[in-house]
């Protein structure tokens, strides 16, 4: 995509949050402390969304956007985390242009169908993606909201708190669609990779476009990084994630990736940056290189692998986040405390480290622990 300068409103053009701890980091550079944030520290945790929740549905709270802002910065007030994490859900693109779906409770996204062939992918890329820019203004109102908020905190670091905007990966959403709903293993979307590598290809290029302009939507409205979340990439064997998967990945990011600021280095003189962008996975251990190929700043990494042992596989030189088994947050205070030492230890061995868990907040997780965590990582990674 063309190269856009970002308005001089945004936080990062208006050196707000581009020497924030955590694009410092995702430019590979470290800060006073390490920066932490949390995946799903927006949600069930909190009694006070559990509250603001009651009688919405998930997706029109996602679509309401002093709500969505809301729940955006409940976890930034409360634990002092280094980043906000924009309250939406990776099918909020889907449902903007017009396709069925909800998310139920407990579940997760469900579809009124699934498109597990090439009458279904026909019915679904006949929506155009360029549709989404205008119903995408719920998500701009929202993150505008949210970042007029975030812009007037200072976590300790001296700058404002800084946004992150998200979007699933292609084939996160097409293991959702392929299926109609949730599954364990996203046969269907792997057998439809194979049946029909056409269907395929056409389902991955749309799904794409729409879920890569659903991320540039929030960064244009302000969030100074974006996280691709490929959170079912780890069913797929290395060759079929880079046949079939990766390209699309890269195409999504395409709409970002030309999303630039003007600012100053160091030394003072004038540079012009990009918004960095992360990439997730779960159980990726065999995927992390090409996960990084496919042209990101930082890799976020699951429990499952040691930071240090990903940084060997990567390649040295590449920032990288994570990675607490979010079980260790029910375990003994000590348990949890050396669990935490740990993974800032193993995070050395990458150029720049943003702490998070290796995949979500437990809806069941004592909020009082997850302030611990937030407090350890700035003590302790500094
Ligand atoms: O705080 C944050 O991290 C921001 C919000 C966020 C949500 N979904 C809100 C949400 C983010 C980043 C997502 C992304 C998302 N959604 C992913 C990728 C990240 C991951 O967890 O791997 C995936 C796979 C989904 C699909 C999805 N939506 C699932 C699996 C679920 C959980 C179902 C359940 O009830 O356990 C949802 C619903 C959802 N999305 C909730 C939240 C807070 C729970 C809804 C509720 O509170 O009722």
Known sequence: MARVILSPQHPLSAGLTGDSRLVRAYRGERADTTPVWFMRQAGRSLPEYRELRVGTRMLDACLDPAMASEIT???????????????????????????????????GPVFGRGYADAAGVAELTAIDPARLD?????????????????????????TATPLIGFAGAPFTLAAYLAEGGPSKDHLAAR???HADPGAWRALMDWTAELTGRFLRAQVLAGASAAQLFDSWAGALSLADYETHVAPASANALSHV?????????????????????????VGTGELLGAMHGIGVDAVGVDYRVPLDVAAARIGAGVPLQGNLDPALLAAPLPALESAVREVLRR?????????????GVPPETDPAVLTRVVELVHEAGA
């Open 134 to 158: 205008e119903a995408s203004a719920p998500i701009a109102e929202a993150v505008a909201l949210t970042i007029a908020e975030l812009n007037r905190t200072d976590n300790g670091s001296g």
């Open 347 to 359: 995070g050395t061995a990458a150029p720049a480290h943003v702490f998070n868990l290796g995949h």
């Open 191 to 193: 057998t439809l990779m």
């Open 73 to 107: 910065l409940q976890p930034v007030r409360r634990h002092g985390v280094d980043a906000g994490i924009f309250f939406s859900d990776i099918v909020v693109p889907l449902k903007l242009v017009g396709v069925d779906v909800e998310i139920q409770p407990g579940r």
């Open 257 to 281: 990736h030309g999303l630039e600021y003007e600012t100053t280095d160091s030394a003072g003189s004038p540079v012009t940056r990009a918004v960095p962008v992360v990439h997730f996975g």
